[in-house]
């Protein structure tokens, strides 16, 4: 069978990537960088948190970048519920701009947690 690792949402027009967050020893993850289209909120619906962790959005000059800048404008997201969240930024509109969107999260706590669900970087 194959395995596609995304779902396609038709009402609400959006792919959404999965994405785990698995954190250790207060280091903070990163999704995968996607192409970010327009200037929509970045889509995140959070299926699964086991501790809080406070979340932002960065935008990188290509997909395989380790630099990420912050393009949030201070707009970050505490998370320690299950929910969709829409999140604010700058990636494609703002100065300068950047194709690809990724959501930058960093745990609440120093121990070992996990985060999980769906993300997409355009929404309408």
């Known amino acids: 069978s194959i395995y596609w690792p995304f779902e396609f949402s038709m009402s609400t027009f959006i792919v959404q990537h999965h994405f785990t967050f ?7 993850q990163r999704t995968e960088w996607r192409s970010k289209t327009d200037d929509t909120n970045v889509y995140m619906s959070v299926k699964g948190v086991q501790h809080a962790f406070t979340a932002h959005v960065v935008g990188a000059d290509n997909n395989y970048s380790t630099t990420a800048h912050d393009c949030s404008h201070g707009y970050t997201y505490s998370i320690s519920n299950v929910g969709v969240y829409r999140m ?3 990636v494609h509109d703002g100065s300068p701009s950047y194709p690809y969107a990724a959501i930058y999260a960093a745990p609440n706590y120093g121990y070992e947690f996990s985060a999980w669900g769906q993300w997409s970087p355009d929404s309408v």
């Open 22 to 28: 698995k954190f250790s020893g207060g280091l903070p």
């Open 88 to 90: 604010r930024n700058w």
